[in-house]
Nanobody, 126 residues
Framework: QVHLVESGGGLVQPGGSLTLSCAASGLMVRYTDIGWFRQAPGKEREQVSCLSWSDGSHYYADSVKGRSAISRDSAENTVNLQMWSLKPEDTAVYYC???????????????????WGKGTLVTVSS
């Protein structure tokens, strides 16, 4: 059975940083496209970042571009999302999921597929 479990969320002050981790079981992240999404209170879920297993290409939403980095740890079977210079508007529940590219991944990002984690809450507040 395939599972994704997010961790690393919490309360962070504006300007702070954190690393979210997506731990996979039942699949190997080195052979799976994985993406991060978030849903803020009262808003629709939006894609944040995606990572291609085949060529390592990555995508970042404009809202986090330049303030985040997605990476894969094949030994730990995790996909991590580092975020810094956090803003209150980054407050959301962050989810990881198996994804498929929207055409060219680094240009158009990805769409979530059938496996989703339960999310981890990130709150950016002073």
């Amino acid at each position: 059975q395939v599972h994704l479990v997010e961790s690393g969320g919490g309360l962070v002050q504006p300007g702070g940083s954190l690393t979210l981790s997506c731990a996979a079981s039942g699949l190997m992240v080195r052979y799976t496209d994985i993406g991060w999404f978030r849903q803020a209170p009262g808003k629709e879920r939006e894609q944040v970042s995606c990572l291609s297993w085949s060529d390592g290409s990555h995508y970042y939403a404009d809202s986090v571009k330049g303030r985040s980095a997605i990476s894969r740890d094949s030994a730990e079977n995790t996909v991590n999302l580092q975020m810094w210079s956090l803003k209150p508007e980054d407050t959301a529940v962050y989810y990881c999921a198996t994804v498929e590219p929207n055409g060219v991944l680094d240009a158009f990002g990805c769409t979530g597929k059938d496996v989703w984690g339960k999310g981890t809450l990130v709150t950016v507040s002073s």
